[in-house]
């Protein structure tokens, strides 16, 4: 039986790799829905890339809806900077013909973990947490019927990338992360631990151009638009590629490694708000909440790739 997921994201280029690969692996992964959020765009242009990215994949049954349009406390922080003023330059993808659900991203992701199973719905978050956060708020009981969150978030030894303390998705919405990160349901993080581990390099760049299906080009025009802010940041060889190390923990966990230990998120100061605070030496006694990924194969994790990629359109 494949694993149900619901995946609450801001594409975003890699959130759209993220969304393509799970979409690529039927056998592994039953994606129930996809939920926008406002994050590296606002969430007009991320309900819309949403669609686009959908429809490239060939998958055009599976439902969009939109959730919340700014973070829960703070002015939403955007970062057209690295992704473009659609948040998905690059490729020229053709406006969406499928349409945008009705019902609120935030009402979708809570009735349908109500309605299904207790501990057969696992949500994939690929942008800022506040979708997850108020539906926690809304209906608490939601946090006990979750098989698992796993996200794209935070980072550690790494410490920040949108300020010297704090990853972007966490620092979006630190009072979400909050939440979220205190309700109880089993949660694993990949963070810029992992993710700056997964560079794109102009080998494994060209080897998804090579695919020569559309969707390896437009996977390539995205990636080579979105990599030219960090190539520049980090001067590495590649860019890091952030979300589809979700999916790609989701289908091949073994790709990685990390211990259980505490995460708490920090929201009181000015400058380290949006800090992930992991206890990664266990010194607080606090309780365990996440699994804390800290290495990963890049190796295998773009053998991956590239093999989900090819049996797309």
């Given at each position: 039986m494949p694993r149900k997921i619901i995946i609450d994201t801001d594409p975003g280029q890699d959130d759209a790799v993220a969304i393509l690969m799970a979409l690529a692996s039927p056998a592994e992964l039953d994606v129930l829905g996809v939920v926008a959020v406002a994050g590296n765009v606002g969430l007009h242009h991320n309900s819309t890339n949403a669609r686009k990215v959908i429809e490239l994949s060939g998958r055009n049954e599976v439902p969009v809806y939109a959730g919340c349009p700014r973070p829960m406390r703070r002015h939403l922080v955007t970062a057209e900077h690295v992704h473009g003023e659609t948040g998905l330059n690059g490729p020229e993808l053709p406006a969406p013909k499928i349409p945008l659900q009705i019902k609120h991203g935030v009402d979708y992701i809570i009735d349908t973990l109500m309605a299904e199973e207790k501990g057969t719905v696992t949500l994939c978050t690929l942008g800022p947490l506040t979708n997850i956060a108020m539906a926690l708020i809304k209906e608490p009981a939601i946090a006990e019927r979750l098989a698992e969150i796993v996200m794209m978030g935070g980072a550690y030894f790494e410490v920040g990338n949108i300020t010297p303390a704090a990853e972007f998705n966490i620092y979006v919405d630190p009072e979400a992360a909050d939440v979220v990160m205190r309700c109880g349901a089993p949660i694993t993080m990949l963070p810029l631990d992992v993710t700056h581990q997964m560079q794109s390099t102009p080998a494994r760049l060209q080897a998804?151009?090579?695919?020569?299906?559309?969707?390896?080009?437009?996977?390539?025009?995205?990636?080579?638009?979105?990599?030219?802010?960090?190539?520049?940041?980090?001067?590495?060889?590649?860019?890091?590629?952030?979300?589809?190390?979700?999916?790609?923990?989701?289908?091949?966990?073994?790709?990685?490694?990390?211990?259980?230990?505490?995460?708490?998120?920090?929201?009181?100061?000015?400058?380290?708000?949006?800090?992930?605070?992991?206890?990664?030496?266990?010194?607080?006694?606090?309780?365990?909440?996440?699994?804390?990924?800290?290495?990963?194969?890049?190796?295998?994790?773009?053998?991956?790739?590239?093999?989900?990629?090819?049996?797309?359109?």
């Open positions: 998804i151009r090579d695919l020569g299906n559309r969707t390896g080009t437009a996977v390539y025009e995205m990636l080579t638009f979105s990599e030219g802010f960090d190539l520049n940041k980090y001067g590495w060889e590649g860019a890091p590629l952030h979300d589809p190390t979700v999916i790609a923990y989701l289908l091949q966990p073994e790709l990685f490694e990390g211990r259980h230990c505490n995460v708490s998120i920090e929201t009181a100061s000015e400058l380290t708000a949006g800090m992930t605070v992991v206890d990664y030496w266990h010194v607080t006694g606090k309780v365990r909440n996440v699994n804390y990924l800290r290495s990963g194969d890049a190796e295998r994790f773009y053998a991956l790739l590239l093999e989900r990629l090819a049996r797309l359109p």
